[in-house]
């Protein structure tokens, strides 16, 4: 602290005000704060440590080394308070995307869910609404996801397996019966492959209630790059994937300026291995592809930036996962406004939607209430905006209601109790923290210039950088964990063997069935021509290169069924071609 | 090692729409390092595709990775149609998330053997060479 302290008549010599005022004080005698630490350091702590050695080797998920103490030496070079922190919801808004934070409004408490059909699951969303979801996002099962229709060969043995089936609009007026897409605060879904159709749906479903587009909010993921990186639901080639996804932040753009039409993900590049700074910059660069695409047709940075928001992941390391969610707002912040030179602060405050996890495992599930509530927890000392939670079994099946029920009341415990969001960015100023953000900053901007030296977000898939970055790292963290160098418990620590309970929730028997009959409901009960002239003008968009919203919405209308649609998509643009790297 | 051993085949392979294949991949890099010759299929392949690729790349074993909760679909399917292939003497081991009570059934269905997820990979290793090894 400062030699102020000192100067009381304890002393034989009381400072001169000039030396109480020079900056890193001396601490205990006279030393200078570098001279200190070094004392510090060599005499105590690493005396310590030569006697009983330390517990491990403190190193990171993504390679930063932690140190045994952070003081201001760590944040003071070179580093400005008002330029490189600031204040919540102004530039470079490391602090928060808006000045009330959490304090004039709490983050989303949301939930992803999704199974069965449309029936079954309708029941689980009223529940979830019962006991206080504010936004819903759908688990689309992977037929759906992919663009296959409940009644196609590659199917088979999926339908209602990860998510609800969807088909048709029939299927989501069905899923969202009852629910009042006004008094919640953001309904959505992933719809990576399939972004045109699901939003197509979600306007559709509000034109058939009479509501207009501003009384509701849509929320998607419909980030299609990193799926061909990751996740693995892609249909088309990339390059048309991006396009059709651009379409719908474009339409967005001009019809629904409050919906967020795509969510840019870390997330599941990162939980492939790549590490969280390194995802972070290829999901930078997917963003700034996207929004490359929307520039070249001729939008403002400002109309289209404040469409984008991102999906930032670390499921390792509590404050580096603090340190990144600060470090990839500013990051995007200054990427906004340097390159691309947005003045709306809206194109320059990243809003952040996150799903807590920790490294949960199969062993004695239960403890996966723990893992990912402190998880949780690192996202909101981070500054997230909508908030989703995994549940403790989420690693061995669909979650059965009563773990969405914890994993929900988990989130209402964070936003209510112990105090944790009283105050805006509470880790703002810790050395540690700081030092971090500044240091992820850094990796981000090293691994962004990397991928630009490779040739952009495209290079990243072509060139299987993005590939090649994921399996080093997952290797790494395989033998980090089977070396036992990083702890899990009751993984490699007081190790238990894996179960998957018999309790595990299971999807009603009949759920193939009922989704195929309501598939030949609706082919029966359509008008053919109605939906074959939608399908033309979806050819129609392929080929132009015109706004595929329009058209889909259109085919929506008239019950053109999911996979009607990308087959479509299909026959114009080609399909993609998997990998067999590993 | 005798010049007349071959290296044990292995084809890792992804079936149905599951297309979480970090654990594949790393699966398929571990069995690699502990000498066996490693194909991966990458994502989307039909049970069809799979048995067609163990027969072109004469494999001693078909590793499956599952997570989407279609295993009792499809990993019965593989092991009948390598059945009706002639190949009924190729491994078919499974890994992902697979219930306790599932898994009496899928042995009975001719699949040889369910690591969880989460099984230390050396402990995979040790299986296949201690099984299909002395095959090769």
Redesign the interface.
Same mark, same amino acid.
């Given at each position: 602290m400062g030699s102020g302290y000192g100067r009381g008549h304890h002393r034989s010599k009381e400072p001169s005000v000039n030396e109480s005022l020079k900056p890193q004080p001396a601490g205990p005698g006279t030393a200078s704060l570098p001279e200190a630490l070094k004392e510090w350091r060599e005499r105590h702590y690493d005396a310590e440590v030569a006697e009983k050695g330390e517990q491990r080797s403190f190193m990171s998920d993504v390679g930063i080394k932690i140190a045994p103490l952070y003081t201001p030496l760590d944040v003071d070079s070179g580093r400005s308070y008002l330029e490189d922190i600031g204040f919540p919801g102004q530039y470079p808004f490391t602090r928060g995307d808006r000045a009330g934070m959490y304090r004039t409004e709490s983050f989303v408490v949301s939930a992803y869910s999704g199974f069965g059909d449309a029936q079954d699951c309708n029941k689980r969303f009223q529940t979830l609404v019962d006991w206080g979801a504010e936004q819903l996002l759908v688990a689309l099962d992977l037929p759906t996801q992919c663009g296959y229709d409940s009644d196609h060969e590659m199917s088979t043995g999926e339908v209602g397996q990860v998510g609800v089936a969807i088909d048709s609009l029939a299927d989501m007026e069905a899923l969202f019966d009852g629910i009042d897409l006004t008094r919640i605060k953001r309904v959505g879904t992933l719809g990576n492959s399939i972004g045109p159709i699901v939003l197509a749906m979600f306007a559709a479903l509000g034109e058939r209630r009479g509501l207009e587009w501003s009384q509701y909010t849509v929320n998607l993921q419909n980030d299609p790059l990193k799926e061909y990186i990751a996740r693995g639901t892609q249909i088309l080639p990339a390059e048309a994937a991006a396009r059709l996804a651009s379409d719908c932040v474009a339409w967005c753009a001009e019809h629904a300026p409050n919906w967020s039409p795509m969510t840019v993900c870390v997330n599941h590049i990162n939980a492939g291995g790549a590490g969280s700074s390194r995802s972070a910059a290829i999901a930078l660069s997917n963003a700034m592809h996207y929004l490359d695409l929307l520039l070249g047709k001729g939008y403002g940075i400002d109309q289209v930036a404040p469409l984008l928001h991102m999906f930032p992941d670390e499921r390792h390391d509590f404050f580096i996962s603090v340190a990144n969610l600060r470090a990839l707002r500013r990051t995007w912040a200054r990427l906004m406004k340097e390159r691309y030179g947005a003045t709306r602060p809206e194109a320059m405050a990243l809003r952040m939607t996150v799903y807590g996890h920790g490294q949960e495992t199969l062993q004695e599930p239960l403890n996966n209430i723990v893992r990912i509530g402190f998880g949780t927890l690192a996202y909101v000392l981070g500054g997230a905006s909508y908030v989703y939670i995994a549940s403790y079994d989420e690693a061995v099946s669909t979650p059965t209601e009563e773990s969405v029920k914890v994993a929900l009341r988990t989130q209402q415990i964070l936003a209510n109790e112990h105090g944790f969001i009283d105050t805006i960015d509470p880790l703002g100023g810790s050395y540690f923290v700081e030092t971090l953000t500044n240091q992820i900053e850094e990796q981000i901007r090293g691994a962004l210039s990397e991928i630009e030296d490779a040739g952009g977000a495209r290079a990243v898939i072509t060139t299987g950088l993005g590939r090649r970055w994921m399996t080093e790292g997952a290797v790494r963290r395989q033998r980090a964990l089977d070396s036992g160098s990083r702890p899990w418990v009751t993984v490699n620590k007081w190790p238990q063997q894996p179960n998957v309970p018999n309790t595990a929730f299971r999807i009603d028997s009949r759920t193939l069935q009922k989704q195929l009959r309501r598939i030949a409901d609706v082919k029966a009960r359509r008008d053919p021509a109605r939906v074959e002239a939608a399908l033309a003008a979806i050819d129609e968009a392929c080929r132009n290169g015109s706004n595929m919203v329009p058209p889909t919405i259109e085919a929506v209308k008239a019950l053109a069924t999911v996979g009607e649609i990308c087959e479509r998509w299909k026959s114009h643009f080609g399909v993609f071609e998997p990998s067999t790297d590993f | 090692m005798a010049a007349s051993e071959r290296k044990v085949r292995v084809l890792?392979a992804k079936v149905? /729409?599951?297309? *979480?294949?970090?654990g594949?991949?790393?699966i398929?890099?571990?069995l690699?390092d502990a000498g066996m010759e490693? @194909?991966? %299929?990458? /994502?989307?392949r039909?049970p069809e595709q799979v048995v067609r690729a163990a027969l072109e790349e004469d494999v001693d074993v078909i590793g499956i990775s599952i997570l989407?909760?279609? *295993?009792?679909? /499809?990993l019965p399917r593989l092991r009948k149609l390598l059945g009706e292939a002639g190949a009924q003497d190729i491994g078919l081991i499974a890994g992902g998330? @697979? !219930?306790?009570?599932d898994i009496g059934p899928l042995k009975e269905a001719g699949v040889n053997e369910i690591f969880?997820?989460? %099984? !230390?990979?050396?402990d995979i290793v040790h299986y296949i060479l201690e099984r299909y090894g002395d095959r090769a």
């Amino acid at each position: 602290m400062g030699s102020g302290y000192g100067r009381g008549h304890h002393r034989s010599k009381e400072p001169s005000v000039n030396e109480s005022l020079k900056p890193q004080p001396a601490g205990p005698g006279t030393a200078s704060l570098p001279e200190a630490l070094k004392e510090w350091r060599e005499r105590h702590y690493d005396a310590e440590v030569a006697e009983k050695g330390e517990q491990r080797s403190f190193m990171s998920d993504v390679g930063i080394k932690i140190a045994p103490l952070y003081t201001p030496l760590d944040v003071d070079s070179g580093r400005s308070y008002l330029e490189d922190i600031g204040f919540p919801g102004q530039y470079p808004f490391t602090r928060g995307d808006r000045a009330g934070m959490y304090r004039t409004e709490s983050f989303v408490v949301s939930a992803y869910s999704g199974f069965g059909d449309a029936q079954d699951c309708n029941k689980r969303f009223q529940t979830l609404v019962d006991w206080g979801a504010e936004q819903l996002l759908v688990a689309l099962d992977l037929p759906t996801q992919c663009g296959y229709d409940s009644d196609h060969e590659m199917s088979t043995g999926e339908v209602g397996q990860v998510g609800v089936a969807i088909d048709s609009l029939a299927d989501m007026e069905a899923l969202f019966d009852g629910i009042d897409l006004t008094r919640i605060k953001r309904v959505g879904t992933l719809g990576n492959s399939i972004g045109p159709i699901v939003l197509a749906m979600f306007a559709a479903l509000g034109e058939r209630r009479g509501l207009e587009w501003s009384q509701y909010t849509v929320n998607l993921q419909n980030d299609p790059l990193k799926e061909y990186i990751a996740r693995g639901t892609q249909i088309l080639p990339a390059e048309a994937a991006a396009r059709l996804a651009s379409d719908c932040v474009a339409w967005c753009a001009e019809h629904a300026p409050n919906w967020s039409p795509m969510t840019v993900c870390v997330n599941h590049i990162n939980a492939g291995g790549a590490g969280s700074s390194r995802s972070a910059a290829i999901a930078l660069s997917n963003a700034m592809h996207y929004l490359d695409l929307l520039l070249g047709k001729g939008y403002g940075i400002d109309q289209v930036a404040p469409l984008l928001h991102m999906f930032p992941d670390e499921r390792h390391d509590f404050f580096i996962s603090v340190a990144n969610l600060r470090a990839l707002r500013r990051t995007w912040a200054r990427l906004m406004k340097e390159r691309y030179g947005a003045t709306r602060p809206e194109a320059m405050a990243l809003r952040m939607t996150v799903y807590g996890h920790g490294q949960e495992t199969l062993q004695e599930p239960l403890n996966n209430i723990v893992r990912i509530g402190f998880g949780t927890l690192a996202y909101v000392l981070g500054g997230a905006s909508y908030v989703y939670i995994a549940s403790y079994d989420e690693a061995v099946s669909t979650p059965t209601e009563e773990s969405v029920k914890v994993a929900l009341r988990t989130q209402q415990i964070l936003a209510n109790e112990h105090g944790f969001i009283d105050t805006i960015d509470p880790l703002g100023g810790s050395y540690f923290v700081e030092t971090l953000t500044n240091q992820i900053e850094e990796q981000i901007r090293g691994a962004l210039s990397e991928i630009e030296d490779a040739g952009g977000a495209r290079a990243v898939i072509t060139t299987g950088l993005g590939r090649r970055w994921m399996t080093e790292g997952a290797v790494r963290r395989q033998r980090a964990l089977d070396s036992g160098s990083r702890p899990w418990v009751t993984v490699n620590k007081w190790p238990q063997q894996p179960n998957v309970p018999n309790t595990a929730f299971r999807i009603d028997s009949r759920t193939l069935q009922k989704q195929l009959r309501r598939i030949a409901d609706v082919k029966a009960r359509r008008d053919p021509a109605r939906v074959e002239a939608a399908l033309a003008a979806i050819d129609e968009a392929c080929r132009n290169g015109s706004n595929m919203v329009p058209p889909t919405i259109e085919a929506v209308k008239a019950l053109a069924t999911v996979g009607e649609i990308c087959e479509r998509w299909k026959s114009h643009f080609g399909v993609f071609e998997p990998s067999t790297d590993f | 090692m005798a010049a007349s051993e071959r290296k044990v085949r292995v084809l890792v392979a992804k079936v149905g /729409l599951d297309g *979480h294949d970090v654990g594949a991949r790393v699966i398929a890099r571990g069995l690699l390092d502990a000498g066996m010759e490693v @194909i991966y %299929t990458g /994502l989307r392949r039909t049970p069809e595709q799979v048995v067609r690729a163990a027969l072109e790349e004469d494999v001693d074993v078909i590793g499956i990775s599952i997570l989407s909760g279609a *295993h009792l679909t /499809l990993l019965p399917r593989l092991r009948k149609l390598l059945g009706e292939a002639g190949a009924q003497d190729i491994g078919l081991i499974a890994g992902g998330v @697979i !219930p306790q009570e599932d898994i009496g059934p899928l042995k009975e269905a001719g699949v040889n053997e369910i690591f969880l997820s989460g %099984t !230390p990979v050396p402990d995979i290793v040790h299986y296949i060479l201690e099984r299909y090894g002395d095959r090769a």
